[in-house]
């Protein structure tokens, strides 16, 4: 397999209910799963061109769903499946981040 252009990691996390922290599973992670493969299928990328994997708590819950794109390590926070195209077209795309949404920091500094 060729080595990957880029890498996307989304928080998949759960947590039981009652639990006081919030968690990116619970607000909508696994949906964005699908969408940022499909995204990829539709524009062509071949398989293992870009990666997509679902992970446990990276840690910012509170600005979740939480997204990290490597190799350039861009966090982004509180992804829904409406900016996928976004990150799509201009991160992966062209390599430009997409700032509007990237936390001021990692852990919401
Ligand atoms: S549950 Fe997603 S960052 Fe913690």
């Known amino acids: 397999m060729p080595k990957p252009k880029y890498h996307i990691i989304i928080c ?27 995204g990829l299928m539709e524009r062509g990328y071949q398989p293992g061109e870009v990666l997509v994997t679902g992970s446990a708590c990276l840690g910012p819950c509170e600005q979740g769903p939480t997204v990290v794109v490597y190799p350039d390590a861009t966090w982004y926070s509180q992804v829904k499946e409406a900016d996928v195209p976004a990150i799509l077209d201009e991160h992966i795309g062209k390599g430009k981040p997409v700032e509007k949404l990237k936390p001021n920091s990692v852990w919401g500094g």
């Open 12 to 38: 998949t996390n759960t947590r039981p209910p009652g639990h006081p922290k919030p968690s990116c599973g619970a607000a909508g992670s696994p949906g964005l799963l699908m969408t940022f493969n499909m």
